[in-house]
């Protein structure tokens, strides 16, 4: 890397600065508002099964419709944890049963986005933006949200980690981005002698590009000490550049320790892929089931990690939608509508289920086929993230332009 091709660069990334294994935006809006807590977002790409999180046990058309994939009742060999009687979750995800005896986890049934497209780029992105059904938002709402938050000039006030920097996270807003691998590539910036010479030609400067620089340095140099304590096993991109589930085990423990150690980190999002069960989804065990194996592991372990600081943070699971009722030819489950959210933290209400469950009827049913969206994921986001961040009515709509919460299915489930 010359100068030249690093000012090339600079520029066209919208003064962005981008090297292997990390990217920083380098201009910040200015910030209002008052941040009393921080913020894990966790999103499931492909599309998770929420009828297999949270099985209703209690409902005998839950297994007529699924007669192969079906999770067995609580009182079944390998079947659903024990919740609420009609409700169970699966086994893969007893790492996060004590935080539902403790009341520090509930989920909202028959949420997620009110736009019916069923293709995962635009469900994603609409997911994403927060404003469903629109492609002209640039940002992501997570972003927008850092700009309502005050600044603290911290190169990893927002850090993601994956290969690429998010629609979420889109934005003018710095964003620091960790794509984990199992040995970091070196880069000419590893080298004492290039580093120092570029270090030497910014330094003193006050323009945008010294402003890059430094940045972007500063967010490598707090990464790569964090990241490198314990070695981590090779990724690979799948689900539009999230990394599958059950290859990345040590995710709670990396983000967990980060947010602990670096005070100043605001917010922090992680993307899974792997949940586009189409063929041979499993029940208590296979496909998914391995899937959600690690999900809960590595929730059990970020909270670990987290320690103290669990106490000032809001850990929220989201995917695009849900997956089909009944089971299909192939013993999977193809893309549906309604899904469930789960929230983890000491400002939530768990230990109880939220939102409105219509049951298995056809009639109750999105189109025949799907679980309906009755509550709005919009609705969860601006009520729980705006509590625990101290944000005012006017900053809400704007992290959530031209949504108007109504939906009272929520009410109580924040402290």
């Known amino acids: 890397m010359n100068r030249r091709e690093f000012l090339k660069t600079a520029a066209l990334a919208s003064c962005s600065l981008m090297v292997p294994g990390m990217e920083a935006w380098a201009l910040e809006s200015k910030t209002v508002g008052k941040n009393t807590g921080k913020l894990v977002v966790v999103f499931l790409r492909g599309a998770i099964d929420g009828l297999s999180v949270l099985p209703p046990v209690g409902d005998s058309r839950y297994y007529s419709l699924r007669p192969r994939i079906a999770i067995p009742s609580s009182q079944s060999e390998n079947g659903a944890l024990y919740l609420d009687g009609h409700f169970g979750l699966h086994p893969a995800l007893a790492p996060i049963l004590p935080l539902w005896k403790n009341k520090k986890l509930s989920f909202v ?44 000039d911290s190169p990893v006030r927002a850090i993601n980690i994956g290969a690429t920097t998010p629609r979420i996270l889109s934005g003018p807003v710095a964003v620091a981005t960790y794509a984990p691998t199992a040995k970091r590539r070196m880069t000419p910036l590893d080298q004492p002698n290039i580093s120092a010479a570029f270090s030497e030609m910014y330094s003193g400067r006050n323009d945008v590009f010294s402003k890059t620089f430094e940045q972007g340095m500063a967010a490598r140099g707090e990464f790569n000490e964090a990241f490198e304590k314990s070695a981590m096993q090779e990724m690979v991109a799948a689900d539009g550049g999230a990394l599958p589930a059950n290859k990345f085990s ?30 041979n989804q499993g029940a208590s065990q296979g496909q998914l089931a391995n899937q959600l194996n690690t999900v809960g592991r590595g929730l059990q372990e970020l909270i670990a990690a987290l320690d103290d600081t669990f106490n000032n943070t809001m850990v929220v699971v989201i995917s695009e939608f849900g997956r089909t009722v009944k089971e299909n030819g192939n013993g999977g489950t193809d893309h549906g509508h309604g899904n469930l959210i789960w929230l983890m933290g000491n400002r939530v209400n768990g230990g109880k289920l939220y939102g409105n469950w219509s049951g298995l009827d056809q009639n109750s049913l999105f189109e025949g086929r799907d679980l309906p969206v009755m ?21 809400r709509e704007i992290v959530f332009p031209g949504y108007m919460p109504g939906d009272k299915t929520v009410a109580g489930i924040f402290a």
Do not use: C
């Not at 940002?139 to 309502?148: I, S, V």
């Not at 995710?251 to 189409?278: M, N, S, Y």
């Open 109 to 152: 049934l028959n949420s997620g986005s009110p736009n019916p497209t069923r293709s995962h780029f635009d469900a994603q992105d609409y997911m994403e933006s927060g404003v469903p059904g629109s492609k002209s938002i640039s940002t992501g709402w997570l972003n927008r949200l850092l700009a309502q938050l005050p600044s603290n």
């Open 250 to 279: 040590g995710f709670g423990r990396q983000l967990g320790r980060l947010i602990k150690e670096e005070p100043k980190v605001q917010v922090a999002f992680l993307a899974l892929g792997g949940f586009d069960t189409h063929v």
């Open 375 to 395: 509550t709005d994921f919009r609705n969860v986001l601006a009520s729980g993230i705006g509590n625990h961040m101290g944000l005012s009515s006017k900053q």
